[in-house]
Nanobody, 117 residues
Framework: QVHLVESGGGLVQAGGSLRLSCAAS????????MGWYRQAPGKQRELVAH???????NYADSVKGRFTISRDNAKNTVYLQMNSLKPEDTAVYYC???????????WGQGTQVTVSS
């Protein structure tokens, strides 16, 4: 079992920055990869950024060059630095962890990010 807790969401003006954090607890030694997803009202949940235990990353095209995902393995925490935020980045952001040999997905409760124009 892995428990994920996100923090760092909030309200920011367009062009501003936020940093999201996701702390993992429980069986963290079996986490293969972690990621950030987001879901805007009326839309499907989409991948924002993903990082493996080896540090390989990938990003949605819409956030490349603006968002950076990083991971502190010692603290079992993954971060999402979001710069140059746009109103279309407004969504609930969820942290995920892919765990064990089946890469089972665990999810956090989500944190709201609202970007005003």
């Amino acid at each position: 079992q892995v428990h994920l807790v996100e923090s760092g969401g909030g309200l920011v003006q367009a062009g501003g920055s936020l940093r999201l954090s996701c702390a993992a607890s429980g069986s963290t030694f079996v986490i293969n990869a972690m990621g950030w997803y987001r879901q805007a009202p009326g839309k499907q949940r989409e991948l924002v950024a993903h990082i493996t235990s080896g540090g390989s990353t990938n990003y949605a095209d819409s956030v490349k060059g603006r968002f950076t995902i990083s991971r502190d393995n010692a603290k079992n925490t993954v971060y999402l630095q979001m710069n140059s935020l746009k109103p279309e980045d407004t969504a609930v952001y969820y942290c995920s962890a892919e765990v064990g040999p089946t890469w089972y997905d665990y999810w956090g409760q989500g944190t709201q990010v609202t970007v005003s124009s």
